[in-house]
C-alpha cells in the first residue's frame, strides 16, 4: 500500500493547515500557535510542496479530506453540573446510636426548588453575552454587527443618564450653596 503524502507531513505543518482551514491568516496563525508568522509561512510551503499542490488552501482542503478519514470521531460526554448529595451521619438524640441518612432526602419541596435553581443557573451560562473589549491580549472582537451597534447605544444611553445625573448634582449644589 502506497505512503500518502499526508503521511509526510509533521505536526506543526498539520496543525497549521488546520488553521488554514479555519480561515487564519499567517499571523493569527502564529499567535495561535505561538511561533513567528516566518514560521508558520516556511511550513505551509514546505506542507505544498509535500502535498503537491498550488496554495495553502488546496493544501488545507487536501489535508483535511484526507484527515477526516482516518480519524475516529469519539463520542461526546458531558457531565451533570449537579453535584451528588452526600451521606451524613447523625446522631439520634433519643437512643444515642448514629443513623445514616441522605442530606436533603426529607424534603421533597426543597429537592424540587434545588433542582429549578440548578436548571436555572445552566441556562443562565448558556445565555451569557460577550463583552464589546477583548479580555486576553490578541483577542479578536466576535460581536455580530447588530451586538455592536447594541453596544454602542447601551454605552451611549449610559454617558447620558451618567452625564444627567452629574449635572443635576451640581446644579442642586448650586441652588444649596446659595
Not at 2 to 14: E, K, T
Not at 80 to 93: A, D, H, I, L
Not at 159 to 176: I, N, T
Request: some cysteine; glycine content about 8%; proline content about 5%.
Amino acid at each position: 500500500m502506497p505512503v500518502s503524502n499526508i503521511d509526510q507531513l509533521n505536526d506543526g505543518q498539520r496543525d497549521c493547515l488546520r488553521l488554514v482551514l479555519a480561515h487564519l491568516n499567517s499571523k493569527e496563525i502564529a499567535r495561535e500557535l505561538g511561533v513567528s508568522p516566518h514560521t508558520v509561512d516556511q511550513r505551509l510551503r514546505t506542507a505544498i510542496r509535500i502535498l503537491n499542490v498550488q496554495s495553502r488552501f488546496e493544501a488545507a482542503r487536501k489535508f483535511a479530506a484526507e484527515d477526516q478519514q482516518k480519524t475516529y470521531q469519539p463520542l461526546i460526554y458531558q457531565t451533570s453540573r449537579v453535584e451528588p448529595v452526600p451521606e451524613t451521619r447523625e446522631q439520634e438524640p433519643s437512643s444515642g446510636r448514629t443513623s445514616e441518612r441522605l442530606a436533603g432526602k426529607t424534603d421533597d419541596r426543597a429537592n424540587a426548588v434545588r433542582g429549578r435553581a440548578a436548571a436555572a443557573l445552566g441556562q443562565a451560562e448558556v445565555t451569557r453575552r460577550p463583552l464589546p473589549f477583548p479580555r486576553f491580549r490578541g483577542e479578536k472582537n466576535r460581536l455580530a454587527a447588530v451586538e455592536r451597534l447594541g453596544w454602542i447605544l447601551a454605552i451611549a444611553i449610559g454617558s447620558a443618564l451618567s452625564f444627567g445625573g452629574l449635572v443635576a448634582g451640581l446644579e442642586a449644589l448650586s441652588r444649596l450653596k446659595g
